[in-house]
């Protein structure tokens, strides 16, 4: 079953932006928290970016603080992902997420504590 349909992946030369949309199919997001995963060929799948159901706080990992910004908007479903300054390292299959309990808000960029899943978005940054 498809929960989300994401848009906005491609091909960019490092420095270079993308933005990421993720717009939830058949559910409200309005009470979940909202996170952006990815996963490069060869490697587990890691958290970059989550973000609660109010807006009020965000959470990422390290190496992308300073360079990427989640933001969501209720009214229509979706959350994003703005991406600048990207890096080759950044190349993977990027993937939204919701959990609508709290398990997420205790752990959020584990991707086990999110149940509903997009299909995942390439991706990639050339040097």
């Known amino acids: 079953q498809r929960h989300f349909a994401e848009s906005g992946g491609g091909s960019v030369q490092a420095g270079g932006s993308l933005r990421l949309s993720c717009a939830a199919i058949g559910f409200p997001v309005e009470s979940s928290t909202l996170g952006w995963f990815r996963q490069a060929p060869g490697k587990e799948r890691e958290g970059v970016a989550a973000i609660t159901s109010h807006g009020d706080k965000t959470f990422y990992k390290d190496s992308v603080k300073d360079r990427f910004t989640i933001s969501r908007n209720n009214a229509g479903n979706t959350v994003y992902l703005q991406m600048a300054n990207l890096k080759p390292e950044d190349t993977a299959v990027y993937y939204c997420?919701?959990?609508?309990?709290?398990?997420?808000?205790?752990?959020?960029?584990?991707?086990?504590?999110?149940?509903?899943w997009g299909q995942g978005i390439q991706v990639t940054v050339s040097s």
């Open positions: 997420a919701a959990d609508r309990t709290v398990v997420a808000t205790m752990s959020p960029l584990r991707p086990s504590s999110y149940p509903y």
